[in-house]
């Protein structure tokens, strides 16, 4: 299994980005989808997320402000990013729980991270 996030760049404050997380490999069926940010010299925290019935819920820093998004078909999740905050500035993760086949275990993946930088 393969998560590959992409999106990231360099906005101006105010402005806006959309995440997007691709998945490959042997995925049958994926539960709760995830994002997560990294700051420099921080840990990991949780921005959003989204159930199998497309129930969300999001980080007070970011409420009103991001939009998280799944499609069940094309197995991919994205983050719609608006009025950007320079304390926006981190990596950016997605992060699946997903099993391989019918009845087998959860598992959870992370993919690669992309950079959001936010300018003032």
């Known amino acids: 299994v393969q998560l590959q996030a992409s999106g990231g760049g360099l906005v101006q404050a105010g402005g806006s980005l959309r995440l997007s997380c691709t998945t490959s490999?042997?995925?049958?069926?994926?539960?709760?989808m995830y994002w997560y940010r990294q700051a420099p010299g921080k840990g990991r925290d949780l921005v959003a997320i989204?159930?199998?019935?497309?129930?969300?819920n999001y980080s007070d820093s970011v409420k009103g402000r991001f939009t998280i998004f799944r499609d069940d078909v094309k197995k991919t999740t994205s983050l719609q990013m608006n009025s950007l905050k320079p304390e926006d500035t981190a990596v950016y993760y997605c992060?699946?729980?997903?099993?391989?086949?019918?009845?087998?275990?959860?598992?959870?993946?992370w993919g690669q991270g992309t950079l959001v930088t936010v300018s003032s």
């Open positions: 989204i159930g199998r019935g497309g129930d969300t």
């Open positions: 490999g042997n995925i049958f069926s994926i539960n709760n």
């Open positions: 992060n699946i729980e997903f099993r391989a086949s019918r009845g087998a275990p959860w598992e959870d993946y």
